[in-house]
Antibody, heavy 119, light 110 residues
Framework: QVQLVESGGGVVQPGRSLRVSCAASGFTFSSYGMHWVRQAPGKGLEWAAVMSYDGSKKYYGDSVKGRFTISRDNSKNTVYLQMNSLRVEDTAVYYC?????????????WGQGTMVTVS | QSALTQPASVSGSPGQSITISCTGTSSDVGGYNYVSWYQQHPGKAPKLMIYEVSNRPSGVSNRFSGSKSGNTASLTISGLQAEDEADYYCSSYTSSTSVVFGGGTTLTVL
């Protein structure tokens, strides 16, 4: 079945780095734009980053621009989010999501999320 | 990238209809037909309910419908059921090639 599984979350000190991963299965991964969306505890959804299906385009939200890097390996059906210079305010559940419209933001498949705690 | 504006909460009785608004600008909601709506139950991942303003994904009840007028999009849920109680988020593509979410609306079924 169509599935996204995030991993790599954990507790990290401010200023340090962490990489989270999202493994896809059940669909042609290389045909879809992929996003990262985060949700701080008790707060709403915040869009973080997107990478196009072929990796040629990537865009970031203002709060992570310059610190986070999205990448993908279509041979491994995996998208990554490298998070550097982490701040306390980056504490959140990080979801990866498939975009059925390319990069315009219709997220039809979501992972279960991975918790990142900066403390 | 200012968040889209949604009411913090709405409520309705079983069987009634409710509408949740989502207000943006001409650079997001008003400028593109890429408005989506998501339902999120506590501790769960969001679920796509409406995409491209008014389209329902396969498997989503036809009690859910979407529309847009100018810079404001709306989600209407008819025939409210207890299981509709959840948080709802709108999102839109923006002119800065990004995506912006609304602040979220908590729906209470009385």
């Amino acid at each position: 079945q169509v599935q996204l599984v995030e991993s790599g979350g954990g507790v990290v000190q401010p200023g340090r780095s962490l990489r989270v991963s999202c493994a896809a299965s059940g669909f042609t991964f290389s045909s879809y734009g992929m996003h990262w969306v985060r949700q701080a505890p008790g707060k709403g959804l915040e869009w973080a980053a997107v990478m196009s299906y072929d990796g040629s385009k990537k865009y970031y939200g203002d709060s992570v621009k310059g610190r986070f890097t999205i990448s993908r390996d279509n041979s491994k059906n995996t998208v990554y989010l490298q998070m550097n210079s982490l701040r306390v305010e980056d504490t959140a559940v990080y979801y990866c999501a498939r975009d059925q419209t390319g990069e315009a933001g219709a997220f039809d498949v979501w992972g279960q999320g991975t918790m990142v705690t900066v403390s | 990238q200012s968040a889209l504006t949604q009411p913090a909460s709405v409520s309705g009785s079983p069987g009634q209809s409710i509408t949740i608004s989502c207000t943006g600008t001409s650079s997001d909601v008003g400028g593109y037909n890429y408005v989506s709506w998501y339902q999120q139950h506590p501790g769960k991942a969001p679920k796509l309910m409406i995409y491209e303003v008014s389209n329902r994904p396969s498997g989503v009840s036809n009690r859910f419908s979407g529309s847009k007028s100018g810079n404001t999009a709306s989600l209407t849920i008819s025939g409210l059921q207890a299981e509709d109680e959840a948080d709802y988020y709108c999102s839109s593509y923006t002119s800065s090639t990004s995506v912006v979410f609304g602040g979220g609306t908590t729906l209470t079924v009385l």
